[in-house]
């Protein structure tokens, strides 16, 4: 089994910043997984943000990247953080950390989610 668990988010004035952070534990090869995360604002569907393999390899979201960065911890590559900088109303949404097993698999395992108001 793997857990997942999110923390950071909070309430936040436009064009401030936020850290969110996700510990993966459990079955997981440190080497072979695929990290990222997801939102959902109120009454939309959850879409994706950015994810990150063990190696370093990015993507992100159309429009996600100029304002948020994904990175993995230098110590211990099961944690992850989504940096996010001059936030926008926009973005207000609960944020799901998601796992992939395997690199290139689909996600899997969610956390429970973390929710993110950023406020006019």
């Known amino acids: 089994q793997v857990q997942v668990v999110e923390s950071g988010g909070g309430l936040v004035q436009a064009g401030g910043s936020l850290r969110l952070s996700c510990t993966a534990s459990?079955?997981?090869?440190?080497?072979?997984?695929?990290m990222g995360w997801y939102r959902q604002a109120p009454g939309k569907e959850r879409k994706f943000v950015a994810q990150?393999?063990?190696?370093?390899?990015?993507?992100y979201a159309d429009s996600m990247e100029d304002r948020f960065t994904i990175s993995r911890d230098d110590n211990n590559n099961l944690v992850i953080y989504l940096q996010m900088n001059s936030l926008e109303p926009e973005d207000t949404a609960v944020y799901f950390c998601?796992?992939?097993?395997?690199?290139?698999?689909?996600?899997?395992?969610w956390g429970q989610g973390i929710q993110v108001t950023v406020s006019s």
């Open positions: 990150i393999t063990p190696g370093g390899h990015r993507r």
């Open positions: 459990g079955s997981i090869n440190r080497s072979d997984n695929r």
């Open positions: 998601a796992v992939a097993t395997k690199t290139w698999d689909p996600f899997t395992n």
